[in-house]
Structure formats: C-alpha cells, structure tokens
C-alpha cells in the first residue's frame, strides 16, 4: 500500500483542512490526491522554498523527521533526520568527480548535484527541481551506459549514493535496502547478517536502484533467478499532475490496481521511467536464496593465433548447444554460469569464465564435448577438426582482467571470496555496448558475422586504443521459470545473453570505435535489431542503446509490456516529468500533456549494468 509523508516546509494547513487530509489517509488514494509537498501556488509567502545557490555550499536544513514507511500488518517507530540534501556546485573540488559516471563519453554540466541521505532529501531535491524549473536526473551508482543522467545541462542530478542502509524491518521481517547501495555492499551485508543473497550482478560497484529496476542479473541467475524474482515492495517518489511530489509504497499485495501496476514497472520496467526508486523490500531471509557455501571458479583462453574458422565456429557451436541443452529450471547444472568473451583479434586472445556453486561436473562435461569434436566434424580440406590447446588468460579484455587459473588449475573459494575475486569495474574509459537476447543456438551466418567482424580493420591515434569484443554470457535456467508477463522483463526463454563492448580512452577515436561495434551489430540483425523470431528476443534495458530505431520499446519490453508500461506512465507521471531518451512515452491519448510539460523538469534514473 502507498504511504503518505509530508516536508516540515509545506505551508500550515486550516484545522478542517488537517481533519479533512487525515480522514483521506485511512483510505486508499489517487496519486492526485497524495499531497506530500505543496506546488508553487501552495507555499506560504513566509516559508520559501530555498534555491541551491550557483556560487556557494548549499545544505537546506528543514530538521524533517520522516518516519518509514508502515509494514503492512503495523507501522514503526523508528525516525529518520533530515537536514537535507547537500549540494555540489561548478567551483568546488568533488563537482568533477560527480558530474561525471563510469562511461567518459558523458561529462554533465549541472549547476548543482545533490547529495541526497534519505528518502525525504530526495523528494526535497524533486521539489525544488519542480520549483526552479531545473532538469533533474538521478545517479545510484553511475554506470549508466548511455547519457540518460549527465544529459543535463545547468540542471540537477539527484545523487542517492549515500543512501546504503540494509536493515530487516522489524514487524514483517523483509529485508529493506536503500536505493543508493552498490551491489558489493548488497552481497557482504546480506552474507554476513543474514547467511542469504540476490541474484545480481558481478560489478561490485553497480548501484541497485537502476540494476534492480531494468531487471539486473548475475553468476547466480541460473540458479535462482533474476534479482527482481525476490522484490516485494518499493518505495518511490513520484510527481502528480497538479505537480505535488508524494512519497510511495506499493507492492504486489497492494490492495489498489495502480499500485500494482508501478510495482510491476519497477520490476523490469527500466529506471528514470515513474519515479525514484528510494527503498526496496525483498523476502524474508530465509526465503531469500542461501548463500553458496563454495564456488569453483575456471578461466581459460584460445590464442588467436591458433585459433581457425572452424574451431572458432565449432566452440560457438558447443557454446549455444549446451545451454540450449540445459536451460530447463530444474535442469542439474543451474549452478554453473559462464562468460564467454570474444575479444578482437587485436587483443590476442578470447576467454572463457565459468563459475560452479555446486560442483557438479558439467564444466568437465562442456569442456570435454569443446576440446573433442567429434570425427564427423571436418575442419578445411575435410580433414578432421582438433581444436587448438586452451592456455591460460594473460590478457585483459574490456572489463574481464585475466584471472591467473585454468581448467586445469581451479580455484576453489568460499563464495563471498569468489564474489570478490570476480567483482571488478575495468578502468573507466569512453564506450559503447548494445545487447541481444539468444533462444536458440548462432545460425551459420551469425557465427560468420562475428568471426568477420572480430577481424576488422580499426585504425585509432594512439595505435591501439581500441578494445572490442562480444561477450556471452549463460542463461536460462530458473530465469526460464517465470511467464513473460510475470514481470517487466518478457525475455523468459533465453539460453544465453548477448553484450557488445567498445572501449578507448581518447576523443579522436569516437567515430573509429562507435564505427565498428555499430557495424558489426548491423552485420548481424540488420536495421532492425535482433527482433524476436525465434532465435533472438530483443534486447535488455540495462545495456540502453540509442542507436536502436523507432521500435526500441518493442525489443526492450515487446508489444505487450510497453503498452502495460504506458498504463503505468499516464497514472503515475501523467506531466512526463520523468523522461530520457529512451523512457516510457505516454499514450499517445496523452501526447498532448507530453508535449505540453517538455519545458518542465525532467528526471531519469541511470540503468545500472551487469
């Protein structure tokens, strides 16, 4: 059920007006009617609202006590006291170092950055974004892959970093995590408090609100599923048509259909779409999936030098084969995940990562089916295919430094150990990625777009700077368990998760290295992109790409959950006050409210990768 709290700073209500809000809050509500912050007509002329200040250090101290959100059997006591959000302004020393992410492309210029504490500092900052008319964006963690936050010019960006709170409420027992927390911080807590865990992601420093959101998976996907399978509730901060700022709390159990319909867009639905996610309710421990005890982990490397045409097509082939082979929920080898990652020629290798949490055996399977090719395989001049010795991985590849292990040599840790042997970031540099789901094994031509476009002439000042690569990565398995329409995320039938990298670090090579990836992405789906057909399914929102054509929204969320996404957008943020490049569009009933708020604040939330 939604929750409603209001801002020391709202104008003092008439006694009849008091009684009156409070006869409203003991029955469920539209979000029209959620008056947490007064809009611009509402402030007393003796409380302004402040402004950040473009030349100084501003910190808005309106000694607000906000208390959490009530479970659903009772409320708590527990308070939480805001002195506001801190702002970050051009002339002092951090606003480099935050007006900035992961991906160097993007450096914003916003006249501030707020550094938010707690859920009523974000819907303060929200507040003044409506006031001063300021484009708004939202950073969890900073590794959105597109400018959907930095893409602000003398606007705000509302920074929840701080905000890493894990606690397990008190009456329900479900473990709450603020929206600010980085998935490292997520695991460590959860293992070490609670002997559980999520299915996240493997970037340590990937922030939860944006990976949670577009529906974030990790090493432990097969297994268990995708992270949002274990969410409960969110709490959200949205903006109504009157342009009043509310504070949320739905679930799947809320009684109101529209709150289960925001619930259902938060799950999946991508972030910077409704509003910012503050809070999110997971099961209770001991519902939650059960830390692994152990983890094998396997790394090994071809060399392209001895790698040909037909053992390069003969491992994609095994590749697709086994996971097609092995992507039933309860298949026994769900607790095996792998990345395959194809580097260009230039890089000198390709790698293969696998991770195994219940030490099953089907890593020797796989590479005993990989290194033996049967005798009716033929390589050229119909001599029979030996596959070229696997060496260990010595090379960085994107993101995926070398491990120092093979197959041969795996090592065995406790799992958090594991979590963080394999949790790494990459230097940060420019880049670009773009993404296809697989249900089905690479047909011939796919195999021949990658081996061609592996080998392409990139010719970049300084020589080299230039790392592409396709990385592959496992899938199925209990992802595979849901329907479609369970969740934000229609892409349950998978068997293995596509992501096309570039990196480079200076300028003068964008058009070289944005040249490449995007031709070899048009070589292998055309104009189009990888529309769903029965081998590909579209593509996943946390890899955001603006290249993507006119039916981005049908290979993020297909036809069906864009139109329910658009549902969800004309009840919760019917100004279109939360917005990107590629958000959520109103219906187009609504183009009309659209066009007619494109010179209001404008907030997204970054899509958090991994």
Not at 24 to 35: A, G, L, M, Q
Not at 568 to 582: E, G, L, S
Request: charged share 15%; with cysteine.
């Amino acid at each position: 059920m939604s929750e409603r709290k209001a801002g020391k700073g709202a104008s003092t209500r008439k006694d009849t007006e008091k009684k009156k809000k409070k006869a409203k809050s003991s029955s469920s509500s539209t979000p029209s009617d959620r008056d947490i912050l007064p809009s611009s007509s509402s402030v007393s002329s003796s409380t302004p609202v402040p402004v950040p200040s473009t030349n100084s250090l501003f910190i808005f101290n309106s000694n607000v006590t906000t208390p959490p959100p009530p479970s659903s059997s009772s409320s708590t006591t527990e308070t939480t006291t805001s002195s506001g959000p801190v702002s970050i302004i051009p002339c002092m020393p951090a606003y480099p170092s935050l007006s900035r992410g992961f991906n160097q492309r993007f450096v914003g210029s916003p006249s501030s950055i707020m550094v938010c504490n707690n859920a009523q500092d974000v819907v303060t900052a929200v507040h003044w974004g409506l006031e001063t008319n300021a484009q708004v964006t939202v950073r969890c963690g900073g590794h959105c892959y597109e400018d959907f936050v930095t893409n602000n010019n003398n606007g705000m960006i509302i920074d929840l970093n701080p905000m890493d709170n894990i606690s397990q409420d008190p009456i329900t027992k479900e473990i709450c995590i603020e929206g600010g927390s980085t998935l490292w911080n997520v695991y460590n807590r959860l293992c070490r408090e609670y002997g559980a865990t999520l299915p996240g992601g493997s970037c340590y420093s990937v922030g939860i609100g944006g990976h949670l959101t577009g529906g974030g998976y990790g090493f432990l996907s097969r297994k268990y599923g995708l992270i949002i399978d274990y969410l409960s509730r969110v709490e959200i901060v949205t903006v109504a048509r009157d342009n009043t700022v509310h504070m949320n709390v739905v679930g799947k159990d809320s009684i109101d259909p529209n709150e289960q319909l925001l619930f259902w867009a938060c799950c999946g639905g991508g972030g910077g779409n409704f509003g910012i996610v503050t809070r999110f309710w997971f099961r209770k421990p001991e519902d939650l999936p059960p830390v692994p005890s152990m983890a094998t982990i396997y790394s090994i490397a071809w060399n392209w030098t001895e790698l040909c045409y037909d053992s390069f097509s003969w491992l994609l082939s095994c590749y697709g084969n086994f996971f097609k082979e092995h992507s039933a929920p309860d298949d026994p080898s769900v607790g095996l995940f792998t990345t395959l990652v194809l580097g260009h020629m230039k890089s000198g290798q390709i790698a293969l990562t696998m991770q195994d949490v219940d030490q099953s055996g089907h890593v020797e399977a796989f590479m005993q089916r990989v290194m033996s090719p049967p005798s009716h395989v033929k390589a050229a001049g119909g001599r029979k295919l030996i596959m070229p010795r696997f060496v260990r991985h010595t090379v960085p590849l994107g993101y995926h430094a070398p491990l120092g292990v093979t197959a041969n040599e795996p090592l065995v840790y406790p799992w958090l150990e594991a979590t963080q042997y394999l949790n790494s970031s990459g230097p940060n540099r420019r880049g670009k990625y773009k993404s296809a789901y697989m249900n089905d094994v690479f047909p011939q031509a796919q195999i021949d777009a990658i081996w061609t476009s592996l080998q392409a002439q990139v010719t970049t000042s300084p020589c080299g700077d230039f790392d592409g690569l396709l990385q592959i990565d496992s899938y199925g398995g209990m992802i595979n368990k849901k329907k479609s329409s369970d969740t934000a995320i229609p892409q349950r039938s998978s068997i293995m998760k596509l992501q096309y990298q570039v990196y480079w670090y200076y300028t003068q090579n964008d058009d070289a290295c944005l040249g490449w990836i995007r031709n070899f992405y048009n070589l292998m789906y055309g104009p189009n992109g990888p529309v769903s057909d029965g081998v590909v399914d579209g593509c996943y929102i946390n890899y955001p790409d603006v290249d993507l054509g006119p039916n981005w929204s049908t290979l993020y969320y297909g036809d069906e959950g864009y139109k329910k996404l658009q549902s969800a957008k004309a009840v919760w943020d019917p100004n279109n006050v939360f917005r990107h490049n590629q958000s959520v569009q109103l219906p187009s009933s609504s183009s009309s409210s659209s066009s007619s708020s494109s010179s209001s604040s404008s907030t997204s939330l970054s899509s958090e990768q991994r």
